[in-house]
């Protein structure tokens, strides 16, 4: 039983859509984050849920390595092979399956994704509202729970898929949840899928939520003197109940590398991006009372956006703060970090860290989903130079020791993939452990993307 005796036989079941071209393997062995290339040994794109199912006992055969591929987005190496074997590409299985207006919900393939979904629902006038920035696929958000800017308004992956089609590691079809809003019946095996990494099987159809396109949309961005007078104006926020649809922060660090990248003219200060979200009173009822509270913490004028042209340039600011940040520095590569604490330490959080890097001489622009006390640092770092580079995963493990002694979590939509791997037991003690018999469980041979997640097997 070996990878390439699974090979061979893939590629009878496939046919040209296994490739093993040393592009196409490359291509997925990257990863956007600090990971070496690490290419599995072939590609398969499968087009339907049977394909893949066949595919998957044929793996389970030769106990070949299988990893799931959306976009390739993740940062943890969720998606890289360190094991070798098949990357299972989904990018042919992008169909939009049933849209039901009545019941306010899509199934989709998993390769769709969230920018083609939300094109598709133009006309019903709904839309799907997990936003985590990157155009990633849906299976592959649902793997990661994947949140991002709407998620103080909206929720999280976990809140929005209502139901999966799996492949099992035994190479069996299963479906989780129901169409219906709410069950009693046994183990929530959708949540145990979302999340899971690819580690328990691979996710080919997903039921998601929809909710109604607002009648009323305004997006604002608004200056600070400093980052702990934006971070406590955002607290004041959500606990006076404020309804907002997003409230995100970018630090000074970012604002520069912004202005350089996209040719804006930001004041290089602290900014909060918003938007509001209902009918047109409810709308300006939000912004007067957020108004007030900026104001009672230094907040400069608003520049107001409303038509959605204005809306969509004002969010590409946040949207594409990786890329201008990286362009500062070209050939340069970066630790892409993730904590969330709860709100009422955010300030103090995203003080600290700030403090550490300052001493530590690192380049480390922060911003985040701050709504739910979520943010991010950009650890920017010469991979030539591997003095700068442990420096820089030094501050890294000190940001999820600030974020676990603050009642929080390692990571708050990054997930953990290999990246965070060492910090899971130190977040879940024992409880991690049963997290690995729960794989063990449903994938004894331990072929679904193998030393992801859950503790290293003996």
Known sequence: MTIQAAIGEL??????????????LAQHGASESHFALAPPDAVAYPETTEEVAGLVRICAAHRCPVVGWGTGTSLEGQAQAFQGGVCVDFTRMNRVLEVSQADMHVRVQPGVTREALNEEL??????????????????????????????????????????????????????????????????????????????????????????????????????????????NCVIDTIQMGVPMARIELVDAETVRAVNAYAGM??????????????????????????????????????????????????????????????????????????????????????????ADLERAGIDGPILGHVGDGNFHAVLVFDPEDAGEKQKVIDAANRLVDLALSLGGTVTGEHGIGIGKLGYMEREHGPAWALMGRIKAALDPDGIMNPGKLVPPRN
């Not at 590629?11 to 296994?18: E, F």
């Not at 839309?127 to 729970?145: E, H, I, K």
């Not at 904590?339 to 959080?349: K, N």
Request: proline share 3%; glycine share 10%.
């Open 265 to 354: 003219a930001l004041p290089e200060k602290p900014h909060l991006l918003l938007e509001f979200h209902g009918s047109e009173t409810g709308v300006a009822e939000q912004a007067e009372t957020f108004g007030a509270i900026a104001a009672d913490h230094g907040g400069a004028r608003f520049d107001w956006a409303t038509r959605a042209e204005d809306r969509n340039a004002l969010w590409a600011v946040r949207h594409n703060a990786y890329h201008a940040i990286m362009a500062l520095r070209p050939g340069a590569r970066a630790l892409i970090t993730d904590i969330c604490v709860p709100i009422s330490r955010l300030a103090e959080a995203v003080e600290t860290c700030r």
């Open 122 to 231: 133009r006309a019903t006038g709904l839309f799907f509202p997990v936003d985590p920035g990157a155009n990633a696929s849906l299976g592959g958000m649902a793997s990661t729970r994947a949140s991002g800017t709407t998620a103080v308004r909206y929720g999280t992956m976990r809140d929005n898929v209502m139901g999966l089609e799996v492949v099992t590691a035994a190479g069996e079809v299963i479906r989780t949840g129901t169409r219906a809003r709410k069950s009693a019946a046994g183990y929530d095996l959708t949540a145990l899928f979302v999340g899971a990494e690819g580690t328990l099987g691979l996710i080919t159809e997903l039921t998601l939520r929809l909710r109604g396109i607002p009648e009323a949309i305004a997006a604002a961005v608004c200056g600070f003197e400093t980052t702990a007078a934006a971070v």
């Open 11 to 24: 590629s009878s079941l496939l046919g040209q859509r296994l490739v093993r071209s040393k592009s196409e």
